[in-house]
């Protein structure tokens, strides 16, 4: 595993999102809590996520902007309602009208992706890979959340290649709201 910076990250994104177009994996800051990701369209890596993850559970996604959202997902106007509150430390849950949109592995079976748009500085990053991102809680294998490099463990270490260390803003989860039904459901605060 390679710890690089948000500098040096800065300096060349292109080199990062080569490495995200080749299947890497990244433990990455949001504007809540570090992540494990990977191209949400690429099935091997997520793959290899879930396996880390040792979790049925779907995974979020970090979405390149807001016009992915509307191409690849039923938005009634309730959604569109919480949309305006993008970005910001929300997951938004919403039934997922294009089954291709992201890898099979992302939501496990499920028909509907939970959506993250972080008002963050990596969100650049992904809105400049043009793809969806899976962004899952970086856990240590006990479920506590990782907060630096020093947390980290060897199955950490050994399968996923950067971490970019950086802080984060409010070192909590986001806020899951199901939008999928006809009200708003707040599945975790």
Request: charged share 25%; net charge positive.
């Amino acid at each position: 595993m390679q710890i690089v910076t948000k500098e040096e990250v800065d300096l060349k994104p292109h080199l990062f999102i080569k490495e995200m177009l080749n299947g890497k994996l990244f433990i990455h800051p949001t504007d809540t809590i570090f992540g494990i990701g990977a191209i949400a369209n690429l099935d091997e890596p997520v793959k290899r996520i879930r396996e880390i993850k040792k979790s049925p559970n779907p995974f979020s996604i970090i979405v390149p902007n807001l016009k992915w959202v509307y191409e690849n997902c039923e938005v009634n106007r309730l959604a569109e309602e919480w949309l305006k509150r993008l970005p910001g430390p929300y997951t938004l849950v919403l039934k997922l009208k294009n089954k291709k949109a992201v890898s099979q592995h992302v939501n496990n079976g499920k028909d509907t992706i939970g959506i993250r748009l972080p008002n963050h500085w990596f969100s650049r990053i992904i809105k400049q890979l043009n793809y969806p991102f899976v962004s899952t809680a970086a856990t240590r294998s006990e479920g506590t959340l990782i907060e630096g490099p020093e947390d980290l463990e060897q199955e950490h270490i050994d399968n996923i290649h950067y971490f970019i260390h950086h802080d984060v803003m409010l070192r909590k989860p986001s806020i899951v709201v199901d939008l999928s039904k006809n009200k708003p459901i707040i599945l975790r605060r």
